[in-house]
């Protein structure tokens, strides 16, 4: 078991949309310098984490009731951009965490909901434990929480628990003895968790998704969230989910064009036959980038159009319009998240292609920003959302409600 994340007793607050944005850019330009180190050396983030939750933006989503500044979607997407531009890793860390509070929001009883919005406000960090391998699909749960003659008792083992490593409440998705799902808000410290760094993906390699086991761990009603209800009546909480991760894609594209024009502007050279002395002159070079920069701006508009619609359905009810407007949300997200990825994945590629063989050397860690994307978007299948988005234009169909639509 790893050591115990740092913590501050107190973290900053974040008045409104405008403070964090300029809170991000600010911490963001710092993250960024040691990025290449940490990607190359494996060196997890944990002071920075600190830093990160420290400042307050880890508790934006909180709602002002709750003493929070409950920022748009837009602010907490670009927020999200801003960081992963800087590092992808950092960026992805707090996702779950954006999620967790989401889930207290959407279902928490009010006693749950006053005790953690104020662990979030002062800086506590929710990880994450709730996918599992070696099961039929990814849906598929097997870790159990059950009732004994002592209490509550959780059995299991969970993988990819991206900010787990760096986190004081590490919610655990489970079964309970009505084979309804549930998430449990467990203690780092709690007798019986452990939680792994065994994490060895090519991409994202500092996001520390390991593994968690929790061995007869004991645990409290308070802890226990009925996730079952999250998508029932529709919710907004599988799009929330959705949007981080494309706001994620949309930061790591975001850095691969940026040095992308550096490297053509500075250090590429132009291909022989084009007739030109500069690289940045060449005009097949200036097609392929205008087609990137064209996808760019058109990711950065889905991407902000998914988040008022996500905006507009919030607060709605159980209603019929409701349920249209969640699903709006749903579509409108997956829109988005088709352009992020590809766009990514493209940019990463096609820096390499027109920064030419230099760029290949180890010494630029340019192949980072195709292994973060190529990493993060196997999240979940693109190929559903051409899917869902065609079947819900052609045939009014409803996408299927779950944390990957």
Known sequence: MSALPAFSETAERIRDDGHAIEVARALAADFAAGAIDRDRHRRLPAEEVERFSRSGLWAITVPREFGGAEVSHATLSEVTAIVSEADPSLGQIPQNHFCLVDAIRLVGTREQQHFFFSQALN????????????????????????????????????????????????????????????????????????????????????????????????????????????????????????????AIDLGIARAALADLRHWVRERARPWADSGVDRASQDPLTLH???????????????????????????????????????????????????????????????????????????????????????THTVHDPLRWKYHAVGNHWLNDAQPRRHASL
Not at 314 to 332: F, L, N
């Open 123 to 246: 800086g506590k960090r929710f990880g994450n434990a709730v996918s599992e391998t070696g099961t039929p699909n990814s849906k598929t749960i097997k870790t159990r929480l059950t009732r004994t003659p002592l209490g509550l008792r959780l059995n299991g083992r969970k993988a990819y628990s991206t900010g787990a490593l760096f986190a004081h409440w590490v919610p655990v998705a489970a079964l309970d003895d009505d084979e309804r799902q549930v998430l449990v808000y467990v203690d780092r410290t709690a007798p019986g968790l452990t939680v792994q760094d065994d994490w060895s993906g090519f991409g994202q390699r500092t996001t520390a998704s390991g593994t968690v086991l929790a061995d007869n761990v004991s645990v409290q009603p308070l802890q226990v969230v009925a996730r079952h209800r999250l998508f029932e009546p529709p919710t907004i909480h599988g799009a929330f989910a959705q949007l981080l991760h494309s």
């Open 288 to 374: 392929r980038i205008g087609e990137l920069v064209i996808r760019l701006h058109a990711a950065e508009a889905l991407q902000e159009r998914a988040a008022r619609f996500l905006d507009a359905s919030r607060d709605s009810d159980a209603s019929e319009a409701s349920a249209r407007r969640v699903t709006e949300a749903s579509i409108a997200v997956a829109e988005a998240k088709v352009l992020t990825t590809t766009l990514s994945i493209d940019a990463a590629s096609v820096l390499i292609e027109l920064a030419g063989t230099q760029s290949t050397l180890e010494s630029h860690a340019l192949d980072r920003h195709w292994r973060n994307a190529r």
